[in-house]
């Protein structure tokens, strides 16, 4: 048995058959996340192994794995949304977590990606929310996003749905690449520049509690911004898949008050290329009974993705779902 044998979409999808008669054969299955100092990456860990069964596992009846039998997927750390999103449109990736907004602007061809659509992107899921961090030094606070001007700030990295999302709503008080010294990092780093003294803020939309954030709020603190219903109103006339959220006093040590903030819907995206039958049986493994319990035993925020809400937004986000999705939600009685 080769387990080294990584293969592309089309093979990977010509490897499963009908319903539960799936090849034994292993099938590598790549889901591109995050950094791991963010939340993408131990959520994407958790459903590659929710959705795995390589050969020769004990059956799920027997205490074995529940997933795709003959499936070995794999959650590999990237920049996330945009690269996961160009990569699986390539074919270099079998699914990625992104943002519901850059999900619909790199599927349309719009925004930022004018005349380069992704139409191979499919949806498998609505996840969580995606609470934006506008993370301060401790003591420090701001009267809302103009005074960033001149500033020292992080803008997450390059090929983050972060930073797409950040840049727009940055310009909308005036504040640009032109007058602001902006760092593009990932959490941790910005985390390690922000306690050194190095930065004056950084953002980052990720499922709370975050690791990153969650290591210097107990060493050097931190504080949240927490931003006024008007501007909430203004961020999500911007960019309407950014929607008002909370989070709560207490995630993150010494920040004692409730944060407001946008947060958009993170999702789990595959190609147009994968086989019904292969979707079908990674979607059904998603909402199985030992998922859950992986889900729930896992990260914070694993509580928080449920089948309840695995459809919310999708139907007026403009993607389609995946046919193989479909036809489990359809079977499931969460789609008409």
């Known amino acids: 048995m080769t387990l080294m044998k990584c293969l592309g979409g089309a093979v990977l999808a010509a490897s499963v058959m009908t319903g539960s008669a799936y090849a034994q054969d292993p099938s590598f299955f790549r889901i591109g996340t995050g950094s791991a100092g963010g939340t993408y990456f131990p959520i994407g860990g958790t459903i590659a192994n929710g959705i795995s069964s390589p050969p020769g596992s004990r059956p799920c009846d027997q205490g074995g794995q529940c997933g795709v039998p003959g499936l070995i997927a794999i959650a590999q750390s990237t920049t996330a949304s945009v690269f996961n999103n160009t990569a699986v449109q390539n ?8 943002a519901a907004d850059v999900t619909r602007s790199m599927y349309l061809g719009e925004g930022k990606f ?14 969580y929310p995606e609470d934006l961090h506008l993370v301060l030094p ?15 700030v992080g803008i997450a990295q390059a090929g983050s749905g972060t930073q797409v999302a950040v840049l727009q709503m940055l310009n909308a008080w005036g504040v640009t690449r032109d007058n602001m010294d902006e ?14 003294g190095q930065l004056d803020g950084y953002f980052y939309a990720a499922g709370w509690p975050v690791s990153a954030m969650v290591q210097l709020s107990t060493t050097k ?16 006339d911007i960019i309407p898949a950014y929607i008002p959220s909370q989070i709560p006093a207490g995630v993150y040590e010494g920040v004692d008050y409730d944060v407001k903030t946008p947060a958009v819907s ?26 859950r319990k992986l889900l729930d035993n896992g990260h914070a925020k694993g509580k928080q993705i449920t ?3 695995a459809l919310d937004g999708v139907m007026a986000l403009g993607v389609p779902l995946h046919p193989g999705a479909e036809k489990f939600y359809k079977e499931a009685g969460a789609l008409n």
């Open 91 to 98: 074919g270099e990736l079998e699914a990625g977590m992104a």
């Open 307 to 309: 089948l309840d809400t």
């Open 221 to 236: 603190g931190m504080e949240l911004h927490s931003f006024s219903d008007d501007d909430l109103a203004k961020i999500n």
């Open 114 to 127: 004018d005349g380069k659509p992704h139409p191979k992107l499919r949806i498998v899921a609505n996840l």
């Open 266 to 291: 993170a999702l789990l995206v595959v190609s147009s290329d994968l086989s019904e039958e292969l979707v079908y049986g990674i979607t059904q493994a998603l909402w199985n009974d030992n998922t």
């Open 183 to 196: 760092a593009e990092l990932n959490n941790s780093q910005s985390a390690e520049r922000l306690a050194d």
């Open 138 to 152: 401790k003591g420090k606070s701001l009267a809302d996003l103009s005074a960033l001007e001149g500033k020292r």
